[in-house]
């Protein structure tokens, strides 16, 4: 039986308690669904595991020897290329969700360092786990589908993948849908305002530092619900 979210809150508690500030040492996959950090922690070597098993999703310290497949699946060998010598920075969830959102700090091609999330949905049949390299997005519309959480000034490009995934989107089984943002005017101020019957929205963006640094705000309002969100991109 899955654990419910207010058994998932210890248990995130103690993790994030005990191995907060932690190396990535080794990544393995030996399940399908199930994946083993080996961390080098402030009280000794331990070993993490995030199972996303319909019968049992869980993330919790593991001693037991687990056989691994000669060849690692693609997803493992894409957990390895951005997390491997990473640093746990906390273990989080999000809202008593039945979801387990793991900050790191790795390394990226350029040698800079970068934040990554990996995220474990525990919910039964639904479980997963996911690498992120921006923000978490758990819920994709408002009202019953009417509303979107995306902000269309603030979407550069979106690409579904129904087969055929790309090797980036290794371990899949349905389907992606990759959101790709703007990249921000780093050289004249503009904007767009909009008001509706329903929905007002205003998007402003422009350098900071020219040609280094911008901002790009949009912000709207849906049946007084607001929603606000804010980018700082430094290239």
């Given at each position: 039986?899955?654990?419910?979210?207010?058994?998932?809150?210890?248990?995130?508690?103690?993790?994030?308690?005990?191995?907060?500030?932690?190396?990535?040492?080794?990544?393995?996959?030996?399940?399908?669904?199930?994946?083993?950090?080996?961390?080098?922690?402030?009280?000794?070597?331990?070993k993490l595991l995030l199972s996303a098993?319909?019968?049992?999703?869980?993330?919790?310290?593991?001693?037991?020897?687990?056989?691994?497949?000669?060849?690692?699946?693609?997803?493992?060998?894409?957990?390895?290329?951005?997390?491997?010598?990473?640093?746990?920075?906390?273990?989080?969830?999000?809202?008593?969700?039945?979801?387990?959102?793991?900050?790191?700090?790795?390394?990226?091609?350029?040698?800079?360092?970068?934040?990554?999330?990996?995220?474990?949905?525990?919910?039964?049949?639904?479980?997963?786990?996911?690498?992120?390299?921006?923000?978490?997005?758990?819920?994709?519309?408002?009202?019953?589908?009417?509303?979107?959480?995306?902000?269309?000034?603030?979407?550069?490009?979106?690409?579904?993948?129904?087969?055929?995934?790309?090797?980036?989107?290794?371990?899949?089984?349905?389907?992606?849908?990759?959101?790709?943002?703007?990249?921000?005017?780093?050289?004249?101020?503009?904007?767009?305002?909009?008001?509706?019957l329903l929905t007002s929205k205003i998007?402003?963006?422009?350098?900071?530092?020219?040609?280094?640094?911008?901002?790009?705000?949009?912000?709207?309002?849906?049946?007084?619900?607001?929603?606000?969100?804010?980018?700082?991109?430094?290239?």
């Amino acid at each position: 039986m899955p654990l419910d979210a207010l058994c998932l809150s210890g248990l995130v508690h103690e993790l994030n308690g005990a191995l907060s500030g932690a190396r990535i040492d080794k990544i393995y996959q030996p399940g399908r669904d199930e994946v083993v950090l080996a961390l080098r922690a402030p009280g000794g070597n331990v070993k993490l595991l995030l199972s996303a098993n319909p019968n049992h999703p869980r993330p919790q310290l593991t001693q037991l020897p687990r056989e691994n497949p000669d060849a690692p699946p693609m997803f493992c060998m894409l957990l390895r290329k951005h997390l491997s010598g990473g640093r746990i920075l906390s273990i989080a969830q999000p809202h008593l969700e039945r979801v387990v959102e793991i900050r790191l700090e790795a390394l990226d091609e350029l040698g800079d360092r970068v934040e990554r999330r990996l995220v474990l949905e525990a919910m039964g049949r639904h479980s997963n786990l996911i690498l992120l390299d921006g923000v978490p997005v758990y819920n994709v519309d408002h009202l019953l589908g009417f509303f979107s959480v995306f902000t269309p000034e603030a979407v550069k490009k979106v690409t579904l993948f129904k087969s055929s995934f790309p090797a980036r989107f290794g371990g899949r089984l349905s389907s992606v849908i990759d959101v790709r943002t703007n990249d921000g005017d780093m050289k004249n101020y503009h904007g767009v305002v909009s008001v509706g019957l329903l929905t007002s929205k205003i998007n402003f963006e422009g350098p900071i530092i020219k040609n280094r640094l911008f901002v790009h705000r949009p912000a709207g309002q849906t049946l007084h619900a607001q929603r606000r969100e804010i980018q700082l991109l430094l290239f």
